[in-house]
């Protein structure tokens, strides 16, 4: 084994020497000035501080005494309290408001001639266990001999439900044992066994699956009784294993109905008034008055819809105070009056005119068939309905010529009818 050459060298480090310490009576005399100067300085703070709560104290008071005046006055208030609260914050406005409601509140209490100790601008009560309401529920509660009567009521119910829940319990068992009597008693029948023997031939024909988990069965009923080796004891194991977690599932999804209610809970009913519209007539009349178009925002409406028919999520878009939904309900409102489909096919057959003051009957034939797809799909039974609009119409250069021969289609013609062709489903 080699010994490492590798030696490091640790430099020895001497210690900081202490700082000498100056035990000169001029410098305890400086310490002691520094410590009178800082407890100067908290006794100012101190002092500030004191003077600055005594300052809110006397405006406390004087805020207080003020509106006991004005209270009794009855004429300044409202304007005092509107100058005060531009100055206030949230936190202050909403604890003078809250108090506000509840001078309100005692002032009809007073009307009312109900007893109340002390001013009325005083709350009743801090804690509800300061009235005397709650210390006379209290007695009739205890003393009154409420708290038993309560208790030997819910021990009543109780005990009545237990009872009818031991009848229908009892019920079912018995009803159960006989059926399942009953069942015993059809399968144990020689017709049944003779039925179910044909049935299982005829199926274990077809499906040779099913032979074999017979007699997996009962082979492993067989062996039940006599194991000899460790093999056969986890074979037989692991067909428990998979039995009871197949009884897990059936049991799993097996639904357990609620037991049926007495009589006193069957009479119990809910009528929900959530939604109720007492007056249809008039609520239809506010929404209606909502949900409002100007002129600009119709005239918005109709040249973007003319532009983008039944998109109503980019019209939407061009209207900044409207929603899809306004938009959908508008045109549905409107539709009738407005013709909105007419306007679509005059828009779109307008002829475009070229430079040599002639008519381009492609593009006029693709536009044609745009328009009357709004939803932009080209199908074969609008390119036929072009066709045959064409052709009943007519143009003015056959017009003028009857025996001479149809004029000629041209390259893009063709091109773009062959492209729409192509292009339907």
């Known amino acids: 084994v080699q010994e490492s050459s590798y030696y490091p060298q640790v430099e ?49 008071e004087a805020a207080s005494i003020h509106k006991a005046e004005a209270e009794k006055d009855g004429s300044s208030a409202a304007g005092e309290d509107e100058a005060k609260t531009k100055n206030r914050s949230l936190p202050q406005m909403i604890y003078a408001a809250n108090k506000k409601k509840a001078e309100e509140a005692h002032k009809e209490m007073c009307k009312m001639n109900y007893p109340m100790d002390g001013p009325a601008f005083l709350p009743l009560y801090h804690q509800p266990s300061d009235t005397q309401n709650y210390e006379s529920n209290k ?39 006989e059926w399942l009597k009953k069942v015993e008693k059809e399968e144990n029948s020689k017709k049944h066994k003779e039925k179910v023997s044909r049935n299982r031939e005829l199926f274990e024909k077809v499906f040779s699956e099913l032979r074999k988990q017979r007699e997996d069965r009962e082979r492993f009923t067989r062996v039940g009784a006599r194991v000899k080796s460790d093999a056969e004891m986890e074979e037989i194991m692991d067909g428990l294993q998979e039995q009871e977690n197949e009884e897990k599932k059936m049991r799993s999804y097996a639904v357990i109905p609620p037991i049926v209610l007495d009589e006193v809970r069957r009479n119990y009913r809910y009528h929900s008034k959530n939604g109720l519209i007492k007056d249809p007539v008039a609520e239809y009349k506010e929404h209606k008055n909502i949900n409002t178009w100007s002129e600009q925002e119709k005239d918005i409406f109709r040249e973007k819809y003319l532009q983008h028919p039944k998109n109503f999520v980019l019209i939407a878009s061009y209207l900044e105070k409207k929603t899809v939904a306004n938009c959908i309900h508008y045109y549905y409102s409107t539709k009738k009056k407005e013709n909105y489909k007419a306007q679509v096919k005059r828009r779109i057959r307008k002829p475009r005119s070229t430079k040599g003051g002639g008519s381009a009957p492609s593009q006029t034939g693709v536009l044609e068939v745009v328009g009357l797809n709004s939803t932009g ?11 045959k609009e064409q052709q009943q119409s007519g143009r003015p ?9 149809p004029p000629a289609v041209g390259a893009s013609t063709l091109a773009s009818s062959r492209a729409l062709n192509n292009s339907s489903p």
Request: charged share 35%; net charge positive; aromatic share 4%.
């Open 397 to 405: 250069e056959t017009s003028s010529a009857p025996n001479s021969p």
């Open 139 to 177: 007695k009739i509660f205890y003393a009154g001999g409420l708290k038993m009567r309560l208790i030997q009521r819910l021990k009543r119910e109780a005990a009545e439900r237990h009872t009818r829940v031991d009848k229908i319990n009892h019920t079912y068992s018995k009803l159960r044992s």
């Open 377 to 387: 799909v080209t199908t074969r039974g609008s390119v036929a309905a072009l066709q």
């Open 12 to 60: 020895a480090i001497s210690p900081t020497p202490p700082e000498p310490r100056d035990d000169s009576p001029d410098s305890s005399k400086n310490q002691i000035l520094k410590k009178i100067e800082s407890v100067d300085r908290e006794i100012e703070k101190f002092e500030a501080s004191i003077k600055m709560m005594e300052k809110k104290a006397e405006e406390l």
